[in-house]
């Protein structure tokens, strides 16, 4: 059975150094320096946009929209448009190390999906693999709900030698992220229907705690590897914090005066 290295580390103040960390996470796999690993945290409120969102003339306003609602506005590592993550969901980052990432890139996508939905289905919810209509941030590896709601997206980036899978599991807070994305989509210019936001506490009638469905995501992933509990080592918080420095001296040099 492979090995994979699972980390459960959080940093819900601090949404950027989670996206460092993950893309550290991910160049160093891809380098050898680090085994397989997997990240499943608890994210804060936070509006993850993808990059064709922050190339779009209404980037700023849709910003601007998640901070007026509360959440912060960070770019996401994986592909796809805006998505929501807050105290209700549960992230995962998932960093693959492979000479030749684009041949398995649905075969990835594949695992992941069918995983995620094999959890939710352990909480009686009749979860699907595939895309919802009008669901936000569309993609054919979405898991839903009887075919209606979207319970769990999934996104995909790959750097030389390796991949990164990124997704965000919603146990509750359906209607939250409706409420958020409403206005953010609108100033994207993005159409979709508000009530294909669902969670998996209104898909089985109780309210399931986000550590539940991160013990039954976890379950599903020891059936498959040889799981290995570890800690983010010094390295990778370094690199991840100078990466963000380097962004900020950046973002510093663009801004006009």
Same mark, same amino acid.
């Given at each position: ?8 580390? %959080?940093?819900?103040? #601090?949404? !950027? ?10 160049? &160093?796999? +891809? ?10 945290? @608890?994210?804060?409120? *936070? ?12 980037? !700023? ?42 041949? @398995? ?15 939710? #289905? ?23 709900? &009887? ?11 790959? $750097? ?8 965000? $599991?919603?146990?509750?807070?359906? &209607? *939250? ?19 294909? +936001?669902? +969670?998996? %506490? ?17 379950? *599903?992933?020891?059936? &498959? ?19 963000? @420095?380097?962004?900020?001296?950046? *973002? ?6």
């Amino acid at each position: 059975m492979e090995r994979l290295r699972l980390i459960r580390h %959080s940093f819900p103040d #601090r949404p !950027e150094l989670g996206t460092a960390i993950s893309e550290t996470i991910l160049r &160093r796999v +891809s380098a050898g320096e680090l085994p397989p690993t997997v990240r499943i945290h @608890r994210p804060g409120n *936070e509006v993850a946009f993808g990059r064709q969102d922050v190339a779009s003339p209404g980037y !700023e306003a849709a910003a601007e929209a998640a901070r007026a609602g509360g959440f912060a506005a960070v770019e996401r590592l994986a592909g796809g448009r805006a998505a929501v993550f807050h105290q209700g969901t549960i992230a995962i980052a998932r960093a693959y190390a492979d000479p030749q990432p684009p041949k @398995r890139t649905y075969a990835r996508f594949e695992e992941m999906a069918d995983l995620i939905a094999a959890a939710l #289905r352990t909480f009686g919810a009749d979860a699907r693999v595939g895309e919802v209509p009008g669901e936000y941030c569309p993609g054919a590896y979405s898991v839903n709900a &009887r075919g209606k709601t979207k319970l769990a997206g999934i996104g995909q980036r790959m $750097i030389r030698g390796g991949a990164h899978l990124g997704g965000v $599991i919603v146990a509750s807070g359906g &209607r *939250e992220i409706a409420r958020v994305l409403e206005p953010v989509y609108r100033a994207l210019e993005l159409d979709w229907d508000p009530a294909t +936001s669902g +969670s998996v %506490s209104e898909e089985v009638g109780r309210e399931v705690d986000p550590g539940e469905v991160e013990e039954a995501v976890i379950a *599903e992933l020891a059936k &498959r590897y040889e799981l290995v509990d570890a800690e983010l080592d010094e390295e990778t918080l370094h690199a991840a914090a100078q990466m963000m @420095r380097g962004r900020s001296a950046s *973002e510093a040099e663009e801004r006009p005066v």
